[in-house]
């Protein structure tokens, strides 16, 4: 056990001083959304992934792999790769702007179109939750741009103070991530029952799957982590 111990401290303190490295094999958000909509083209599927181009992800010497995350739901997606190490991603998805069911067919009635509008006021970087909105008719004018689907922003948070019956747009949304610039977080490294932790600094937003950039608080050093759960990272070796 004194072993293992000495060899998991070593290791520890050997990522958490280590620079940044570029890795050639890393999957970035571009990479999934060309993956995805081309997914999704093929499938006919109206809709499109959200997903920040320059955020970095794992590396991936396979195809990614693009399920619902819900059967038959489309509106989070679970992105994953089997090589050389397995891992998965959840991301949202939303209806596309080109789409023409957005502004024409069965949501138009008499030169109006049913929209998501702000049932209550919502304050600048609230987590907005079906409480929150409501589907009614809107005029066309009004609609264009607008979202027709409560799940397309139900979780995400809101970019500025929205008003009660504002048309919800994505001007006024921004994705909710579990660890946000500047958070404090927990940098955790475990081998089997052993785990060891120490505070770090979030120099990025990031959701559960994603890679970022922390602080080690200690050290004072800078270094690639995956963010496990909300506030807690682990940090990265060979990405």
């Known amino acids: 056990m004194k072993m293992t111990l000495k060899s998991l401290l070593a290791f520890f303190l050997v990522i958490l001083v280590q620079p940044l490295a570029a890795d050639n094999n890393m999957v970035y958000g571009a990479d999934i959304d060309a993956k995805v909509r081309t997914y999704f083209q093929t499938q006919q599927i109206s809709r499109e992934v959200i997903v920040s181009p320059k955020r970095a992800y794992f590396g991936c010497a396979g195809e990614l792999s693009i399920k619902p995350r819900l059967k038959g739901d489309w509106s989070t997606i679970s992105v994953s790769c089997s090589t050389p190490k397995k891992w998965v991603v959840t991301l949202r998805t939303s209806s596309r702007s080109d789409d ?40 066309n004018r009004s609609a264009h741009g607008a979202y027709t689907n409560l799940q397309d922003i139900i979780g995400h948070k809101a970019k500025k103070n929205i008003t009660r019956d504002a048309v919800l747009k994505s001007r006024h949304l921004i994705a ?48 690639k982590a995956v963010v496990l759960s909300e506030k807690k990272v682990r940090p990265l070796t060979n990405m």
Do not use: C, H, Y
């Open 176 to 223: 909710a991530n579990d660890i946000d610039k500047d958070d404090d977080v927990l940098i955790v490294v475990g081998s089997g029952g052993l785990t060891i932790s120490t505070a770090g600094q979030a120099m990025e937003d990031g959701q559960v799957g994603e890679m970022i950039i922390v602080r080690n608080l200690s050290s004072n050093k800078e270094f």
């Open 100 to 139: 023409p069911s957005a502004t024409n067919g069965q949501n138009i009635l008499g030169g109006a179109t049913k929209v998501v509008f702000a049932k209550n006021n919502i304050p600048m970087g609230k987590v907005i939750s079906s409480d929150d909105l409501e589907l009614k008719l809107a005029a």
